[in-house]
């Protein structure tokens, strides 16, 4: 069983940006790949970002590539989501997931995080 609990959500203008935090609970927190995921009012939940469990390797959706930076502490037990250049159309509650399998599809990830807002004003 993995807890995980985001913080770093808030309001920011355009242009901005936002660090969020993924703290994860367990003492097999590297054994799990980690992904971020969001949902905008009246939207599907959207793939964002995703890290490996071991080697480190990372996805990125279009929309975010080259402004987005997932990482992750395993000593921290925390996976991050380094957000800059942001938009008004990335509002949205913003997820983090862990799973034994790691891609872009909702289905790799078994446990998620009960989100965090994030609001970018114009």
């Known amino acids: 069983q993995v807890q995980l609990l985001e913080s770093g959500g808030g309001l920011v203008q355009a242009g901005g940006s936002l660090r969020l935090s993924c703290a994860a609970s367990?003492?097999?927190?590297?054994?799990?790949?980690m992904g971020w995921f969001r949902q905008a009012p009246g939207k599907e939940r959207e793939f964002l970002a995703a890290c490996e469990m071991s080697k480190g390797n990372t996805l990125y959706a279009d929309s975010v590539k080259g402004r987005f930076t997932i990482s992750r502490d395993n000593a921290k037990n925390t996976v991050y989501l380094q957000m800059n250049s942001l938009k008004t159309e990335d509002t949205a509650v913003y997820y983090c997931a862990a799973g034994l399998l790691w891609g872009v599809s909702e289905k790799s990830y078994r446990y998620w995080g009960q989100g965090t807002q994030v609001t970018v004003s114009s």
């Open positions: 367990g003492r097999t927190f590297s054994s799990y790949a």
